[in-house]
C-alpha cells in the first residue's frame, strides 16, 4: 500500500493563476481531509469529505474549493490563488466516523507570487 | 475557538537526555493525539490517548491523558538522534463535524549527537 499520495511536491504560482492538488489514498478509507500548515503553525482544516460525493468546510475554507468524486480521490482546488494562499498543504485520511487517526500525505508545498 | 498550548516551543538536547513535552486547553477533552512531523513529511501519529488518567507506551516514547482532561504530556527517553522533528499534540474539535482534528503549533526537538 502506498498510503496518502500527494502531488505536485512543489509548486510555485503567479497571483491570479489556479491549480489542482492531487489527493489519493489506497487504503480505501470514507474520511478525507484537507490541511493547511503556515510556518510555525500547527495544521488547519481547509474541507473534509465524510464519503463520496460529500464534501465540506473546515475552519479556513475560503478561497478552496474540493470534489469528492471517487473514495480515493480528493482533489483541492485553488481558483484564484493569493499569496496569503503560500502554505505547506496536507492531506489525510482516516478509516471510521470520529476517527482521531488520521494518516497523512507527504504534502506540497505551495508558493504563490 | 478551542486552542491547544503547546511547551516548550523548541528544545535543544543533547543525545541520550530524557525529554518531556505537554500540551494543555482550558477546554475538556475525551481524546489527546500526539503525531511526530520529520523535515518535508506529514504528521505520524505516534500515540493515541482516550481515557483521562492513562498511561501509554510505544517503545522510548510514553504519553498521558491528564487526569483534568485539559492536559497531555509526552515524553521521550534516552533520546537519539532520529527522534529530531516537530511534535504536535492534536485532539478532537467539537465544534465541528466528527473526526475534525485541531493541532498544537508543535514542539520542535532538536538532538546533538
Known amino acids: 500500500n502506498a498510503g496518502v499520495t500527494q502531488t505536485p511536491k512543489f509548486r510555485i504560482l503567479k497571483i491570479g493563476q489556479s491549480m489542482t492538488l492531487q489527493c489519493t489514498q489506497d487504503m480505501n478509507h470514507n474520511y478525507m481531509y484537507w490541511y493547511r500548515q503556515d510556518p510555525g503553525m500547527g495544521l488547519k482544516l481547509i474541507y473534509y469529505s465524510v464519503g463520496a460525493g460529500i464534501t465540506d468546510k473546515g475552519e479556513v475554507p475560503n478561497g478552496y474549493n474540493v470534489s469528492r468524486s471517487t473514495t480515493e480521490d480528493f482533489p483541492l482546488r485553488l481558483e484564484l490563488a493569493a499569496p496569503s494562499q503560500t502554505s505547506v498543504y496536507f492531506c489525510?485520511?482516516?478509516?471510521?466516523?470520529?476517527?482521531?487517526?488520521?494518516?497523512f500525505g507527504p504534502g506540497t508545498r505551495l508558493t504563490v507570487t | 475557538g478551542q486552542q491547544l498550548n503547546q511547551s516548550p516551543q523548541s528544545m535543544f538536547i543533547q543525545e541520550g537526555e530524557d525529554v518531556s513535552m505537554n500540551c494543555t486547553s482550558s477546554s475538556i477533552f475525551n481524546t489527546w493525539l500526539w503525531y511526530k512531523q520529520e523535515p518535508g513529511e506529514g504528521p505520524v501519529l505516534l500515540i493515541a490517548l482516550y481515557k483521562a488518567g492513562e498511561l501509554t507506551s510505544n517503545g522510548r516514547l510514553t504519553a498521558q491523558f491528564g487526569i483534568t482532561r485539559k492536559d497531555s504530556f509526552l515524553n521521550i527517553s534516552a533520546s537519539i538522534p532520529s527522534d529530531v522533528g516537530i511534535y504536535f499534540c492534536a485532539t478532537m474539535n467539537y465544534g465541528g463535524s466528527q473526526g475534525n482534528l485541531i493541532f498544537g503549533k508543535g514542539t520542535k526537538l532538536s538532538v546533538k549527537p
Open positions: 489525510a485520511s482516516s478509516n471510521r466516523q470520529g476517527a482521531f487517526e488520521q494518516y
